[in-house]
């Protein structure tokens, strides 16, 4: 069977912090890749984001869901099969991170965005919740695939802050959706081709904070193995501070 992609995960839990919160999960037989960014302080955030990835991978690996399934949420019929698999899978999540809390006073609040891909034949299948993000790299060009559900980016899109003034303003971590905090946290669906020779990066925002796109992207191209590529991100993000936890996942499209 010819192999459809490599990978290479890695998570760091910075200068800054004592624990780590984030989470990722690699389902390499359903080719399925999670990264999420917990947060609500002592224990709390980590148990989130465990949730996620794990609720996601659950669901989505269940063989007997289909179109004629009864689903617990509306199908959407604008996206795929798969991409309405991936989004309600997501939203369960939020509703089992809201039920941890409910039982679980001390975790009150608590909650975790997340981002997750998919390959399916020549199609990318994108989900996000939050501000942890997916980056291609095609052509030796980086292209930001997610947009964040950030109060910074809500700024830069209506023109109030410029992309630099938001990588350093005080808010930045402001997010303005994520699973958990809310009754549906509907995440975003991308849905797209994918090419030989593509590379993906998702991650938190312990990367992307402390290390600016063009350098990403230097970054990327500096290095052969994906290994290298990830080893050298994570070095740079806590080089530059490594104000929180930095947690990646490098995919890279063979077939």
């Not at 309600?88 to 809201?98: G, L, P, S």
């Not at 930045?172 to 593509?198: F, H, P, S, W, Y």
Request: charged fraction near 25%; hydrophobic fraction near 35%; include cysteine.
């Amino acid at each position: 069977m010819t192999k459809e992609f490599d990978f290479y995960p890695i998570t760091n839990t910075g200068i800054k912090r004592t624990n780590n919160e984030d989470a990722f999960l690699v389902e390499e037989n359903v080719n399925l890749f999670i990264v999420a960014d917990g947060m609500g302080g002592h224990s709390s955030g980590e148990v989130a984001s465990k949730i996620a990835v794990e609720t996601i991978g659950k669901f989505f690996k269940d063989p007997n869901l289909n179109e004629e399934t009864t689903w617990p949420y509306e199908y959407d019929d604008k996206i795929s099969f798969l991409g309405n698999k991936l989004k309600t899978a997501i939203a369960i999540a939020n509703e089992k991170i809201q039920e941890y809390s409910k039982e679980h006073t001390e975790s009150r609040g608590m909650g975790t965005t997340v981002v997750a891909l998919h390959k399916s034949h020549d199609r990318i299948i994108l989900c996000h919740v939050g501000d942890s993000r997916c980056y291609l790299l095609r052509d030796k060009k980086l292209i930001l695939l997610t947009s964040d559900h950030s109060w910074v980016n809500e700024q830069v899109k209506m023109g109030f802050l410029t992309e630099s003034e938001a990588q350093r303003h005080p808010f930045r971590n402001v997010i303005t959706k994520a699973l958990g905090t809310k009754g549906e946290a509907t995440a975003e669906v991308t849905e797209m081709n994918c090419q030989t020779g593509d590379l993906y990066l998702l991650c938190t925002d312990g990367l992307n904070s402390m290390v600016e796109d063009k350098e990403i992207e230097e970054s990327l191209l500096s290095k052969q193995s994906l290994k290298e590529m990830g080893d050298l991100l994570i070095e740079k993000a806590n080089k530059n501070g490594g104000e929180d936890n930095i947690t990646l996942i490098l995919v890279k499209i063979i077939s």
